[in-house]
T-cell receptor, first 115, second 113 residues
């Protein structure tokens, strides 16, 4: 089954404690991205990757890091989480053809709370 | 500043009637628009799209209308069904494969039996 898998689904942590949210896709997609969803703001792009070892900032990259060492994995790293990073996070992947946005597969989300 | 705006956070409609969701955008460079649907505890899924060279696109019960001069698009669902109860996000990009999508805040649709 084609899917994007995020772990964990729920995470409660404290300010300053480094954490990683994993994302893996089994569709051999070149493109992967991270979004955060906040009430009244919709989804905002954090980072994206066009292929292995190629990453770029989205609209709200501050406080986040990513890496793309393998095609299937795109972890999101919060080196020193702060309460304003409490949010619902989504990983997504897609092909790189002309209808890429229509084929954007999202994971089920990770609800992060930073106390 | 949000470039894609959905000013109605929620919409309640009776089963069988039409649901109309609205979306406005400020960036005149956008030329590709999409609607995504999201159920609780799931990620968004693609619903329907429209290119700026068109003013209407239809897919079954779902139709999207684009008014470029007003920078406005709408999604019509006819007839509405209970399974349509979800959050609907409007999104825009510069082309169909531009990976920097701008999303609206979403509209929660509730279809009443």
């Amino acid at each position: 089954e084609a899917q994007v898998t995020q772990n964990p689904r729920y995470l409660i942590t404290v300010t300053g404690k480094k954490l990683t949210v994993t994302c893996s896709q089994n569709m051999n997609h070149e493109y992967m991205s991270w979004y955060r969803q906040d009430p009244g703001l919709g989804l905002r792009q954090i980072y994206y990757s066009m292929n292995v070892e190629v990453t770029d900032k989205g609209d709200v990259p501050e406080g986040y890091k990513v890496s793309r060492k393998e095609k299937r994995n795109f972890p999101l790293i919060l080196e020193s989480p702060s309460p304003n990073q409490t949010s619902l996070y989504f990983c997504a992947s897609s092909t790189r053809d002309r209808t890429a946005n229509e084929k954007l597969f999202f994971g089920s989300g990770t609800q992060l709370s930073v106390l | 500043d949000q470039q894609v705006k959905q000013n109605s956070p929620s919409l309640s409609v009776q089963e069988g009637r039409i649901s109309i969701l609205n979306c406005d955008y400020t960036n005149s460079m956008f030329d590709y628009f999409l609607w995504y649907k999201k159920y609780p505890a799931e990620g968004p899924t693609f619903l329907i799209s429209i290119s700026s060279i068109k003013d209407k696109n239809e897919d079954g019960r779902f139709t999207v209308f684009l008014n470029k001069s007003a920078k406005h698009l709408s999604l019509h669902i006819v007839p509405s069904q209970p399974g349509d109860s979800a959050v609907y996000f409007c999104a825009a990009s510069y082309r169909s494969n531009d990976y920097k999508l701008s999303f609206g805040a979403g509209t929660t649709v509730t279809v009443r039996a």
